[in-house]
């Protein structure tokens, strides 16, 4: 399935943009057919169905939406309702990929509906971000690796940062410029 419109889509999802591709595309260059791949917060389920696709590999995509779990799975997408990585098994996973809520939104706005949750990172853009990066290493296999996705607007040598303080480094494999921001894919490494 293509960045293109389909008629099917659920109005309380994200569906793919540009930071979707790029992560997709990222992941599918640097993974093959004996991964085992987490997509956190999968939205459409655009880019599990795309690493799939292309690597071959067995991807399980996650989401606290349950539109977005519906929309994934009527993709033919094997999904599962979660908070982050709250019940996947320890060293579980070859790889994790997550395009995560990352617009700074001021912290007097009541969000109230799914498309608002996928969109909002908080105040610093990192709300979501700083906890993924707190329990993602438990679901990682030795030698595992994250792709992470994150903009100029959060501010990437932030959640550089922060990812170095939960214990990974951090190389970025792809960037894309647009004329409000810079989207970049962060690999991490425990």
Same mark, same amino acid.
């Given at each position: 399935?293509?960045?293109?419109?389909? @008629?099917?889509?659920?109005?309380?999802?994200?569906?793919? $943009?540009?930071?979707?591709?790029?992560?997709?595309? $990222?992941?599918?260059?640097?993974?093959?057919?004996?991964?085992?791949?987490?997509?956190?917060?999968?939205?459409?389920?655009?880019?599990?169905?795309?690493?799939?696709?292309?690597?071959?590999?067995? %991807?399980?995509?996650?989401?606290?939406?349950?539109?977005? %779990?519906?929309?994934?799975?009527?993709?033919?997408?094997?999904?599962?309702?979660?908070?982050? *990585?709250?019940?996947?098994?320890?060293?579980?996973?070859? $790889? %994790?990929?997550?395009?995560?809520?990352?617009?700074?939104?001021?912290?007097?706005?009541?969000?109230?509906?799914?498309?608002?949750?996928?969109?909002?990172?908080?105040?610093?853009? @990192?709300?979501?971000?700083?906890?993924?990066?707190?329990?993602?290493? @438990?679901?990682?296999?030795?030698?595992? *690796? *994250?792709?992470?996705?994150?903009?100029?607007?959060?501010?990437?040598?932030?959640?550089?940062?922060?990812?170095?303080?939960?214990?990974?480094? $951090?190389?970025? *494999?792809?960037?894309?410029?647009?004329?409000?921001?810079?989207?970049?894919?962060?690999?991490?490494?425990?």
């Amino acid at each position: 399935m293509g960045l293109e419109e389909r @008629r099917d889509v659920e109005t309380d999802v994200y569906q793919p $943009a540009e930071d979707s591709a790029l992560l997709a595309e $990222a992941a599918c260059e640097r993974l093959d057919e004996s991964d085992l791949v987490l997509e956190v917060g999968t939205g459409s389920g655009y880019v599990a169905g795309k690493i799939a696709d292309e690597t071959n590999a067995r %991807v399980i995509a996650s989401d606290i939406n349950p539109h977005a %779990v519906r929309q994934a799975r009527g993709d033919g997408v094997e999904t599962a309702r979660a908070d982050l *990585v709250a019940p996947f098994r320890d060293g579980e996973f070859d $790889a %994790v990929a997550f395009n995560p809520p990352y617009l700074p939104t001021d912290p007097e706005n009541e969000w109230d509906d799914w498309m608002e949750h996928a969109l909002s990172g908080g105040e610093d853009g @990192r709300a979501v971000i700083d906890p993924f990066l707190e329990t993602v290493g @438990r679901v990682l296999a030795p030698e595992g *690796v *994250v792709y992470l996705l994150v903009s100029s607007l959060t501010g990437v040598d932030a959640v550089v940062e922060r990812a170095g303080e939960a214990g990974f480094s $951090a190389v970025a *494999v792809a960037d894309e410029s647009f004329p409000f921001e810079t989207l970049t894919v962060l690999e991490l490494h425990q």
